[in-house]
């Protein structure tokens, strides 16, 4: 059997979804056989491989990068797995949809600074008006709420997904926690 | 007018950001600039919302050292309400800070940085990662996988949950420590202790074989700042803001952290989200100073525990003052685990930790209030303003990376002139100008967001059009 492909992408989450996969700890080297982690903020990979058949997403869609990057994964990967709280509903980075990006910014880098305030651009990606959810810009085909998702859960989602199953998440993990 | 180079995304990092490198007519590294491309607002987005829900809200910034928002916020929640708390929640809290400081600098130097040292800079970068490292050198993998698990175990069993745990309260903790969890606790510590010590002995025979990395990895003077506890220890929960310089002397001492305003300035460049926070009496960009576990080390006189001080006195006698190459940022992450662990021994060992009252309540005293503590990367503030219904009005948040973020910039600029041929292009040439960003370990998610859909794809054009140099990291 060949091994699967297997990417990990950030979008605007706090990585607490992918220390909860490294919560793993030996586990993770115990499934390591079964899969090729070609992308991910652990390796060196600098590119989204073509085909990819496990992708496991992080975080909210807020920027005009977070978008694109979105929208190739979703053409590149076979599933798309929206994991943890932020991917799946918006979380804690869309508190920010109570308040227009230009108050954010204006409160970050002219009132809260002391030296040549302002704003930002340079090579910069640009903040969204709305942050949203995952599947509110691609079909999600599995989606793991938690808050992060625990270790435990993680691991029966991909030991499934590796074995060519789709997860029972209801039994598995809830919102928030 | 010169060419750039982008290394983008910058991996192996917590976090995601990029590299540009400006070259001059001679193909010369000029400029060397740090993206950091995420812009939460939770500065923002916490106005309106009740203080209490601050610390849970708040760690939230962070995955990878939740436990030093918790804390810092919690903190600031205290001082709202103007209390101390219970003599075993501190005790509790602290070893949480610990615990904590053990996984993330287990994660940084295992499951980030070794790949470099273990199967070399200019190793193929599909094999440079922590399955690469399990497979070759599966002593020292294993080993650091089981150094995380262990900060992690406590966490867990002191808060509930490894990532984002409740338990830590404005007030104190929600639930003492039984007797049987300590005692559980305790039987693990020899087991990690011996782990810490051999990657220890190991990393530093490694050294030899990383002198031009030490000797051009962001080492220049600068000043060094981070907490000290009232017995002249590296604070991690506790203590007051000292400043040292390269030579080793104080340069300012018991700094209130609540004061921060009154010495610390934060500028704000163009091309990145994270700003820049400086020494305010030296200006604009001479403030520059470090924090983490190079500047702790570099701060005190003494470690405080028996192993670690071993270690301590060995890492100082690395230069005649102050360490100044922040390769040495590895170094001291090796050494401050031992010491976390021998410290969390002590406080298990401490008969006051298994006391019933661990929390005390009180009701809103205050409308401002700062918390502070050394995070694994330097030191956090959190700083709040409520109305007296206890909503909040306005925060501002420093943040432990932010401050390095002078010495990273200035950092890559060195390291790229030394190592960036711009006639010859090599891979494990921008490897080693990205690793200068990993001894920083700096955690973007705190201040920074993912970017990287273009990929390292370096072209080098002469300037009458003529593609010199071509080279692409694919997967
Ligand atoms: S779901 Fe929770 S743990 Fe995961 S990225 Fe969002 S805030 Fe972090």
Known sequence: MSKATLATIWLDGCSGCHMSLLDMDERLIELSPQFELVYSPLVDAKVLPRNVDVALVEGSVSSDEDEHKIRLIRSRARILVSLGDCAVTGNVPAMRNSFPV????????????????????????????????????????????GCPPSADTIYSVLKELLAGRVPDIAALSRFGI | MGKTITIDPITRIEGHAKITLQLDDQGEVSEAYFHTTQLRGFEKFVEGRPYYEMPYLMERICGICPVSHLLASAKAC?????????????KLRRILELAQLIQSHALSFFYLSSPDF???????PKERNIFGVVAKHPELGHGGIRLRQFGQQVIETLAGKRVHPGWVVPGGVNEPLSVEKRDKLLADIPEVIEIAQKALTWFKRELESFREEIRTFANFPSLFMGLVTVDERAGFYEGKIRFTDSLGNIVADKLEAAQYQEYLGEAVEPFTFMKFPYYKPLGYPDGIYRVGPLARLNLVDNCGTPLAQQEWVEFRSLERNAVLSSFHYHYARLIEILFAIEHIQEYLLDPIITKKQARYTASLNNLEGVGCCEAPRGTLIHHYRVDEQGLITWANLIIATGHNNLAMNRGILQAARHFVRSDKLTEGMLNRVEAVIRAFDPCLSCSTHADGHMPLHLRLVSPDGKLLDELRRTP
Not at chain 1, 117 to 127: A, D, F, G, S, W
Not at chain 2, 118 to 124: H, P
Request: aromatic share 4%; proline share 9%; charged share 20%.
């Open chain 2, 118 to 124: 273990l199967m070399g800079m200019d190793a193929d």
């Open chain 2, 78 to 90: 205290d001082a709202l309400l103007a209390m101390k708390v219970p003599p075993a929640a501190g």
């Open chain 1, 102 to 145: 230009d108050a954010l910014l204006h409160r970050v880098y002219i009132e809260n600074a002391t030296l040549q305030q302002q704003v930002p651009t340079e090579r910069l990606p640009v903040l969204l008006k709305r942050v949203r959810p995952v599947h509110e810009v691609v079909t999600v085909d599995v989606f793991v709420p």
